[in-house]
């Protein structure tokens, strides 16, 4: 009973509130949407410019798919109250990731296993942290050791631009820019930790390379 | 009951949208029945965001003078957002386009309320004095005269000129009874279909080619078709639309003719001169709101000053 609620309560807020203000406020300019399949568990792995990123990922979703997606979040910035920890877990949908512990006790990867063993599809940032908003990052090696485990995992990538322009990092202004998606073809575990990464990062420039990015100045 | 519902000019005219409407949708479908290669996909996609545009713009226009202001502010704020988001800028300009953004409210709270003298200097006046101050502030000069002129042009366009057409809700009544949403149904079927006139008689006629370095598809007989088709479409629709004499009718259309294909030509160089194709996705098959109204905006303030000058007491 609570869990219908709570699914309820997801469907409305992505459904009612954040699409529709998103689509006046932002406008998502979405390539490829027919990629974003999620017939079995997979990681979707997107580029990181803001703390929009997860939201914007999320409402990519048709609204009877939600209940089977997760996207890892900051534990310090979306579980800072209670109810924010309540609401960023349950109704966003995140799994939050402590930053701070990153590399040192637990795998921080940890809890994406779990929920992928659960029947999650789970969104990711492989950048890692934000790092500058808009300034491309390397892809950290953590993606590929999860696939060494589950190789039957596929990877969908995702090419995000103009968030990091409308909230990047350290800004409470929120400044609209039209945001540009670009969703690739899934890429698969072949055997090898390189060949995963090279493929991914190729990917991920095809796709930027596709729609153009306005960087700033 | 109905019959008395037609009286009223605007909904006459909404109905002959209607009717040219319908009348594209069934040659679509037509042109789409053996149509295995999707070759008519793009033109299928085009009529039915047309319904959807019209579908907007006929309630707006129905429901009350303020819900109309409201879309068509709504439509600089779109416009807006796509402009900066093609155009190149400094991560500097960023704080100094949020209050770009608010001269939107301002601009048309300027129009809801009938502030004439405000609405008209606002942003070549003040806008135009404080942006390029707003803008030094943010302490680089690298780029500032690109930053100030891209900006200054994208607010004249999206926001000024396209809160002109919604200006004409507040020209006062005069004669016949004939009032602004007639006017602004007026300028928007003959603008647009002006576009779509051009396009249809480029399609059929086009051989010569009138600005090959701009616009590769545009044709001379594209152009002077659609001039002539928007002169006939302009003095019909005056005579229940506006208190317009035939000459001034044969002058306006003339007018929105030229003026149309010269706002589209000039949005075609901006996006040549940015390397791409729509201004946008958010309508399919047209390309972004950019690319719908290009031709408007720089046709609306041309239209709404030559009827007042003319017809409302200058």
């Known amino acids: 009973m609570a869990d219908k609620m709570i699914r309820l309560l997801r469907a409305l807020f992505y459904g009612v509130i954040v699409r529709p203000v998103l689509m006046i406020m932002l406008g998502l300019n979405v390539r490829h949407l027919k990629r974003l399949s999620i017939d079995t568990p997979r990681l979707i792995a997107a580029n990181h410019n803001s703390h929009l990123d997860a939201l914007v990922l999320m409402s990519l979703f048709k609204l009877r798919d939600l209940p089977r997606v997760k996207v890892v979040a900051a534990k310090d910035y979306f579980c800072r109250t209670p109810f924010l920890t309540w609401f960023s877990i349950n109704i966003i949908g995140i799994i939050p990731i402590d930053r701070k512990n990153a590399d040192k ?18 969104v990711i940032f492989p950048e890692g942290t934000r790092g500058d908003p808009e300034q491309r990052q390397p892809l950290k090696y953590g993606i590929s050791k999860l696939l060494e485990t589950k190789p039957e995992i596929e990877i969908t990538p995702v090419f995000m631009h103009g968030l990091g322009k409308s909230l990047p990092r ?18 698969h575990w072949t055997g090898d930790r390189t060949v995963l990464m090279d493929a991914l990062q190729n990917s991920f420039d095809s796709l930027a390379a596709e729609m153009e990015p306005k960087e700033w100045l | 009951m109905i019959s008395n519902y037609l009286t009223e000019p605007v909904h006459y005219g909404l109905a002959i949208v209607l009717g040219l409407l319908i009348a594209a949708s069934v040659i ?19 009529v039915k965001s047309w319904w959807v545009m019209i579908a907007v713009f006929s309630v707006a226009l129905l ?25 190149p800028l400094r991560r500097a300009d960023r704080r100094v386009l949020f209050w770009a953004y608010l001269t939107i409210p301002v601009q048309y709270f300027f129009v809801a309320t009938g502030q004439y003298g405000l609405f008209i200097v606002f942003i070549p006046v003040w ?15 690298d780029g500032f005269l690109r930053s100030v002129s891209a900006i200054s042009w994208g607010l004249m366009i999206t926001v000024f000129a396209v809160s002109h057409a919604a200006m004409l809700m507040k020209l006062p009544l005069v004669g016949g009874g004939v009032g602004g949403p007639a006017l602004i149904l007026f300028l928007a079927v003959l603008n647009q279909g002006n ?8 399609k059929l006629f086009g051989k010569h080619k009138i600005m090959p370095a701009v616009s590769p598809k545009k044709t001379w007989e594209g152009f002077l078709g659609g001039v002539a088709t928007t002169t006939v479409m302009s003095v019909l629709l005056s005579f229940f639309l506006t208190p317009f004499s035939i000459p001034f009718a044969i002058a306006v259309g003339i007018m929105l003719g030229v003026t149309g294909f010269i706002g589209d030509v000039t949005f075609s160089a901006l996006k040549r001169d940015l390397k791409i194709k ?14 719908r109204i290009d031709s ?12 007042r000058y003319f017809y409302y007491g200058g």
């Open chain 2, 278 to 291: 729509d201004a946008g996705a958010l309508i399919p098959g047209h390309g972004g709101i950019l690319d």
């Open chain 2, 195 to 202: 576009d779509v006139a051009q396009y249809v008689w480029g």
């Open chain 2, 296 to 307: 408007l905006s720089l046709s609306a303030p041309l239209f709404f000053h030559m009827v």
């Open chain 1, 170 to 187: 350290g800004e409470a202004l929120l400044v609209p820019f039209v945001c540009e998606i670009n969703i690739g073809e899934a890429v």
């Open chain 1, 105 to 122: 006790t637990q795998d921080p990867l940890t809890p994406v296993v779990e929920a992928l063993d659960a029947g999650f599809t789970v």
């Open chain 2, 28 to 46: 679509v479908s037509v042109l789409r029945m053996n149509d295995t290669e999707n070759k008519h996909k793009e033109l299928a996609d085009r």
């Open chain 2, 127 to 141: 806008v135009f004095f404080l942006l390029p101050f707003r803008l030094l502030m943010a302490g680089q000069t």
């Open chain 2, 63 to 87: 429901s009350s003078p303020l819900v109309s202001v409201i879309l068509f502010g709504l439509i600089s704020f779109l416009a807006f957002k796509e402009f900066i988001s093609i155009i």
